[in-house]
């Protein structure tokens, strides 16, 4: 359903409809494969056994447990003709909340200063760092020292659908290593191995998932209303001059959006042809299904 709503998201706004941008929780706990995954890589009897849902994006890149608890998950949709057309920039600009809501939890955040060797390809969190889209987190002023490394604390990517973006992420509030990992099939990585390259934000801060949350709406609200906007007034119309971009903190979907994400879930997302069968390899296409989406 959440990735059913992102869909209808970019649908909406590529008709003319408003952007949307949204914290949501993955309940119950879900694998989200990439969108060119081998559907071999998944270890579907424990993810059965664990009751744990298998789904597949449409972005790229490797799988991602979000775990219930210890992920806060988020997504921006928006006209494509309002933000960068190379990739690279397009996703700095709406990864800016992204980084901004991990300053307000006070962990230094950032993207990888050096690149970082792959231990395992199929899961997105163990994949190579690279320095132009890898985001890793330490303790605020730690400055990445030995005493406290650096490590990957978010996994986003994005993709471009009928003239909208869209842009989602899987933020870690607490690393569920085994479980992460029992969802793939026999992955060269122990617990502790996973936990040496991931890191949570409970791990580095005293805080629980409501305070992680918290940053992350707050975060979006600042970046759609422009920096030193009243956070204290979300509800505002634009046009006046003023900059402000009109933000409703309470939308909901529409009826019609509705029915039209349960559609999407029971033709697509839950299908076992499209969760099952791994895409042939080729150019994007005209849905935006391309390997160039794999960033972060």
């Known amino acids: 359903m959440q990735m059913a709503l992102d869909e209808v998201a970019a649908e909406t706004v590529a008709a003319g409809g408003p952007a949307t941008v949204r914290t949501y929780r993955w309940d119950p706990s879900c694998l989200t494969l990439g969108y060119r995954q081998d559907p071999a890589t998944v270890d579907w009897a424990f993810c059965e056994r664990e009751g744990i849902d298998v789904t597949r994006r449409q972005t790229g890149g490797g799988g991602i447990y979000h775990d219930t608890r210890g992920d806060v998950a988020y997504s921006i949709v928006v006209p494509a003709a309002d933000v960068p057309g190379e990739l690279l920039d397009c996703y700095h600009l709406l990864c800016e909340p992204v980084l901004d809501a991990f300053d307000r939890l006070g962990l230094d955040a950032g993207y990888v200063e050096e690149g970082v060797p792959e231990l395992y390809h199929p899961a997105c969190y163990l994949r190579e760092l690279h320095p132009a889209h890898d985001v890793v987190a330490g303790r605020s002023g730690d400055g990445g020292e030995s005493g ?149």
Do not use: C
């Open 148 to 296: 406290d490394r650096r490590r990957k604390i978010a996994g986003n990517a994005q993709y471009r659908k009928r003239d909208a973006v869209i842009q989602h992420g899987s933020l870690t509030f607490s690393v569920e290593a085994e479980r992460h990992l029992g969802t793939f099939a026999d992955p060269p990585v122990t617990a502790d191995g996973f936990r040496d390259r991931v890191v949570g934000m409970d791990e580095l801060a005293d805080l629980d998932r409501a305070d992680a949350v918290t940053a992350v709406e707050e975060a979006l609200v600042a970046w759609v209303v422009g920096e030193g906007g009243d956070r204290e007034n979300d509800d505002r119309e634009g046009g006046d001059g003023s900059g402000r971009v009109a933000l409703g903190r309470d939308g909901s979907w529409t009826d019609a959006e509705l029915r039209r994400a349960e559609e999407l879930v029971e033709t697509k997302y839950r299908d076992e042809e499209w969760v099952r069968s791994r895409p042939g390899k080729g150019k994007e296409n005209e849905n935006g299904n391309g390997d160039g989406a794999e960033t972060g």
